[in-house]
């Protein structure tokens, strides 16, 4: 891969594991279904809805990042400059096979498109406050966990088409039992305790 490559790609697949990381805690609590929900709200409703809309849009705030440009341009006094960013969107620039360079660019803007909903709630809702959007944001097109696991698949697998094209191995993440599981799991025991007393 060479220095630059290879820094690139395990940089991108350390921020791409957190941010599965932290989804993974978010469908642990919120995408369970109904019985699920309905421990959360007996326990601490207004705490939990708080921790549902920050985890959701942390997640689209991270998978902009991650498809941001390579490079941004920042005064610095009466100065310009230029501070690299850590996205897919630089994979292709540090592939000197200009062929395999063009794949991989390709598969980047197909990420990076796949990310147009979370850049599009970044950039009129998260970033700024357009006052439009604003006013309407309860009408437009809901946004659904299914969009964000699609953009991390496309990013998944973008980076594992890098990885193989140089011999590494895909890699995967274990599940963390001591993270919203262990949590749940101590809250249902908590509400069954509660409730068994109460009927005693």
Request: a neutral charge; glycine letters at 4%; proline letters at 4%.
């Amino acid at each position: 891969m060479g220095q630059q490559l290879g820094s690139l790609c395990h940089e991108l697949r350390e921020d791409l594991d957190w941010l599965q990381s932290k989804w993974a805690e978010f469908q642990e609590l919120f995408s369970k279904g109904d019985e699920r929900i309905a421990l959360l709200n007996t326990v601490a409703p207004n705490f939990f809805w708080f921790l549902h809309k920050i985890m959701f849009e942390d997640a689209m705030l991270h998978l902009c990042r991650l498809t941001d440009p390579p490079e941004t341009r920042i005064h610095s006094g009466k100065k310009v400059v230029t501070r690299k960013n850590l996205t897919v969107m630089a994979l292709s620039q540090a592939i000197p096979d200009r062929n395999f360079s063009n794949q991989v660019k390709a598969r980047a803007l197909e990420s990076k498109a796949k990310c147009e909903f979370a850049r599009q709630i970044r950039n009129r809702l998260l970033a700024h406050a357009d006052m439009e959007s604003v006013q309407r944001r309860n009408s437009g097109t809901p946004i659904l966990c299914s969009h964000i696991e699609e953009a991390l698949k496309s990013l998944r697998e973008l980076i594992w088409f890098v990885e193989e094209h140089y011999g590494y191995p895909p890699s995967a993440l274990l599940k963390d039992p001591f993270g919203a599981q262990s949590l749940v799991y101590y809250l249902e025991r908590s509400v069954k305790a509660l409730s068994g007393s109460a009927d005693d």
